[in-house]
């Protein structure tokens, strides 16, 4: 659009969120990423849909509550639940609304209820699929993860090899501090970690799917 970072952020002003150029070149430069507010107002400021400017088909219940430019609090609002019960439900990927919250929440997303419920469906099968990947030998799970998640195969293994990467890292550290002989608050401080990375698992895994690869 020809703006400097100065123009940006100050567009971003006009719309309530003060910040320095220097933030800008940060987001371009991928050193610090926008908050959620952050990422609303820079879209509205550069007359550009948040899914574009994320570079990204929305899968996740998440992805498609940004594409919406809506906070987990104000979408809780809409339909009719408290925050951290939309919170959990949305790190969770699991929901377990009634009929009429769920048709709220697919009203609030602009999506049809089967559309909403297959995208939850999705996450809680992709998660199965994923623990299934990194417990066992996770290159034999490549194709089928590929197939259902309808993605290449290529994107797939570099997501697996990454996240089988990470979930190992979690095994190590705890058997080095149980070795240390810690105390067992620190072992449970790095379980909670990993039973968080856990719940986590589909959006980590579309993240490293969308990101550019090297040939």
């Known amino acids: 659009m020809g703006m400097t970072p100065e123009q940006v952020a100050a567009a971003i002003a006009g719309l309530g969120i003060h910040l320095n150029p220097g933030m800008v070149q940060a987001w371009e430069s991928g050193e610090?990423?926008?908050?959620?507010?952050?990422?609303?107002?820079?879209?509205?400021?550069?007359?550009?849909?948040?899914?574009?400017?994320?570079a990204i088909r929305p899968r996740t219940l998440r992805e498609?509550?940004?594409?919406?430019?809506?906070t987990r609090e104000r979408l809780a609002h809409r339909i009719g639940i408290e925050p951290h019960v939309y919170a959990k439900a949305?790190?969770?990927?699991?929901w377990n609304g009634d009929k009429q919250q769920t048709r709220a929440l697919a009203a609030a997303l602009g999506m049809p209820p089967d559309d909403l419920l297959e995208v939850l469906g999705q996450g809680g099968r992709?998660?199965?699929m994923l623990k299934q990947a990194l417990d066992g030998h996770w290159k034999s799970h490549v194709t089928s993860i590929a197939d259902y998640a309808k993605v290449e195969e290529r994107q797939a293994q570099f997501a697996l090899r990454v996240l089988h990467?990470?979930?190992?890292?979690?095994?190590?550290?705890?058997?080095?501090?149980?070795?240390?002989?810690?105390?067992?608050?620190?072992?449970?401080?790095?379980?909670?970690e990993r039973a968080h990375w856990l719940r986590r698992l589909p959006e980590y895994f579309w993240e490293l799917v969308s990101?550019?690869?090297e040939r």
């Open 32 to 54: 610090k990423v926008p908050s959620e507010l952050q990422l609303f107002a820079l879209a509205d400021a550069l007359w550009c849909p948040t899914p574009v400017l994320m």
């Open 64 to 70: 498609h509550r940004l594409t919406r430019q809506l």
């Open 211 to 213: 990101r550019p690869q």
């Open 126 to 128: 992709l998660i199965e």
């Open 90 to 94: 949305e790190t969770e990927h699991r």
């Open 165 to 192: 990467q990470e979930y190992k890292q979690f095994a190590e550290r705890y058997l080095g501090h149980v070795l240390a002989r810690s105390e067992q608050a620190r072992l449970r401080e790095i379980a909670a």
